[in-house]
C-alpha cells in the first residue's frame, strides 16, 4: 500500500470544521468492508455518493486513503493510519449525541461500561443489548478501551463497570469470568505456517512478536506468552492497538496472538489466522471495583450471568 500527499489543506481548526461525520462513517464502512458496494449497502446510500465522500474526505485531508484499483479494495499506508482517529472521532461524536438525549429525556441514572478488547465478542452485544430491555429508563453509555487500559476505565474511575479480558494488574478490582476462547496467532498469508489447521506455541516461539508500548505488564505477558517461552523474546514491531498487531503481521514484521472472536471477524487482505493449541485460552470477565457494585452494576453482573457461555 501507499500514501500520496496532495497539496497543502487548510489548517487543522478549518480542517476540522470542513470535515463532517458522514465523511467519516463512509470511511470506517469502506475500511471495514473493503468493498465500495457492500459499504454503500450497508450504510444505504448510493454508491456514487459513498465514493465521491470518500473523494472528498480525501481532498480535505490531502492524503489518498483508499486504493481502489485492487480487489479487494484495501487501504493505503496512510489510510491504516488515520483509521483509529476516525473511529475515536465518531465514538466521540456518539458519546456525546447519546448525552444530549439523556439530558433531554430526563434521564435519573447512568451506568458508564468499559469494553476493553472485547468489541469483537459475540457476546458483548448481546449483554449490552439485555440489560438496554429490561432496564429501559437506565442511561447506558458505552466506551471503547485500547491496549492502553486493559481495565475498561475502571481504575481511573471513567466508568462503572467493564467487560474486559483478564489478566492484568487488578488490584481493587473483582471480577466474575463469563466466557472463554481460544487465541489465534495473526500471519501474512504468505507465512509458511498460513492454512495450517493448528501450531503449537514452539512453532512460532522463535518468530519476531509484536511489543505493546505502555501497557498493564502483567496482561503484556500474557499475550506474549511469557510463561511459555524457553528463549528470549524477539520483537519485531511494536505498537499500541489491535489494527497495529494486525499491520505488522501482514506485513511481517512480527507476529501476535489474538482472540478467536478477533480472528473471525477481521477482514484484513493478506491476513491469516491460525489456532495456537496448546495455550491458554482468553478469558472474558465483568469487572468492577471492590466495594462499589451499586444495584446497576449489580443487576447488570446479573444480567452478565444469566448469559454466560459454560465452559468447553
Known sequence: MTSQARPVRPGSSQLAASVELRHLRYFLAVAEELSFTRAARRLNVVQQTLSEGIAQLEHMLGLRLVERATRPVQLTDAGAAWRPYAREVLE???RAAEAAGQLRSGHATRLRVGL???????????????????????????????????????LSGDTDVAIVRPPFSAAGLDLLVIASEPRYVALCDQHPLAGRPGVSFSEIE??????????????????????????????????????????????????????????????????????????PPSDVAIAWRVGEASELVSEFITTAQELAVPPG
Open 206 to 279: 522463535d518468530e519476531p512478536w509484536i511489543e505493546v508500548d505502555e501497557s498493564d505488564p502483567v496482561w503484556c505477558a500474557y499475550w506474549r506468552l511469557t510463561a511459555l517461552r524457553t528463549k528470549p523474546l524477539r520483537v519485531g514491531a511494536s505498537g499500541q492497538s489491535l489494527e497495529d498487531v494486525l499491520e505488522a503481521a501482514r506485513t511481517r514484521q512480527a507476529i501476535g496472538i489474538v482472540a478467536e472472536s478477533v480472528a473471525r471477524t477481521q477482514p484484513w487482505p493478506q491476513l491469516t489466522f491460525v489456532k495456537v493449541t496448546d495455550i
Open 116 to 154: 476493553a478488547a472485547t468489541a469483537a465478542f459475540p457476546l458483548t452485544p448481546v449483554l449490552l443489548q439485555a440489560f438496554r430491555a429490561g432496564h429501559p429508563h437506565v442511561a447506558l453509555s458505552t466506551r471503547h478501551y485500547g491496549f492502553g487500559d486493559p481495565a475498561g476505565g475502571l
Open 92 to 94: 466521540a461524536a456518539e
